[in-house]
């Protein structure tokens, strides 16, 4: 079954409890399920794993006001799926361009550290939003949990999609999924991912995205 996002979910006990508690310490923060952004026709799909403490969890948009969404945004922007390279605020003004932000998890966990069964209670959202893509997209995992919860979104076998960083998995004729490592601050700042080689993912995703419309 498939379920479109719901804002008020608490089907996670640790989540729901967790969330709550940090409302109470940051009464201004969002501490809800947080929603996918961009443009609903997209057809270049970002899934990363889970709202950020002080950034998604607090703004209450996927990588607005972290470490996480310098470079995403950043990148964006340079490739033309944005039209602004900064991401501070829900109301910054910022417009995604043929792309749209989702998580493997819309809610903040404990560490940034999903379990299992809430990886897994999400991804009938995730389901939802994937069965919703157009003809002809590309779909870019941030890590390789995100990765494994959209092949299961998919009802596709792990082992015959296994992840790495710019590694390609053709799903069907016209959808097309690449993995990179997660865009977190421990990843950019052990240099891990570097900013080309992030770019050179998304030089990618905007290669396979022209090459399908012609």
């Known amino acids: 079954m498939t379920e479109a996002f719901n804002a008020n979910c608490r089907d996670c006990p640790r989540l729901a409890v967790f ?3 940090v409302k109470k310490e940051n009464p201004d923060y969002h501490c809800k399920p947080v ?10 799909l970002i899934v990363g794993l889970a ?6 969890n607090r703004t209450g948009r996927p990588f607005t006001g972290d470490h ?13 799926f944005a039209n602004q390279a900064q991401a501070t605020a829900v109301d910054d003004g910022l417009e995604l361009i043929d792309c749209r932000i989702t998580n493997a998890v819309k809610c903040l966990p404990p560490d940034n550290k ?5 990886i897994n209670t999400c991804n009938a959202f995730l389901a939802n939003e994937l069965r919703l893509l157009p003809k002809n997209s590309v779909m870019l995992a941030l ?16 082992a015959d999609y296994p992840f790495g960083h710019a590694a390609e998995h053709e799903i069907t ?3 097309m999924l690449l993995d990179s490592y997660h865009c977190s601050r421990y990843n950019t700042n052990t240099r891990r991912l570097t900013d080309e080689m992030f770019r050179a993912v998304f030089a990618r995703a905007k290669e396979l995205l022209a ?4």
């Open 114 to 118: 999903p379990v299992g069964a809430e």
């Open 68 to 80: 996480a969404g310098l470079l995403l945004y950043e990148t964006l922007h340079a490739f033309g």
């Open 19 to 21: 969330l709550d508690a």
């Open 211 to 214: 090459q399908a419309s012609r």
């Open 51 to 56: 709202p950020g403490m002080h950034g998604a």
């Open 35 to 44: 929603a996918p952004f961009g443009d609903g026709s997209a057809r270049f």
């Open 173 to 175: 004729s016209g959808l």
């Open 143 to 158: 890590g390789g949990i995100a990765h494994r919860a959209t092949i299961r979104a998919l009802s596709l076998r792990q």
